[in-house]
């Protein structure tokens, strides 16, 4: 899964967004088969949600599940 850089990623309570870094890697998690996307939120915190756990919204933005 690629997802461009800078593509808008809220979250579970959709108050928030961050935006993609353009980074991503392989999950570790044991039998998972997602991609950790790296996106930065506000006041420059990095986290690396699995794509199994984000879905797509209308606009082409993700959000956390």
Do not use: A, N
């Not at 967004?17 to 990095?46: A, N, Q």
């Not at 699995?50 to 082409?60: A, P, V």
Request: contains cysteine.
């Amino acid at each position: 899964m690629f997802v461009p850089k800078g593509t808008k990623v809220y979250s579970r309570g959709g108050d928030e967004f961050g935006l993609t870094t353009g980074s991503e890697r392989r999950c570790t998690m044991s039998g998972c088969h997602g991609v950790r996307i790296y996106v930065k939120w506000s006041g420059d915190k990095i986290t690396m949600p699995c794509s199994e756990g984000l879905k797509f919204l209308e606009d082409e933005s993700l959000q956390i599940m």
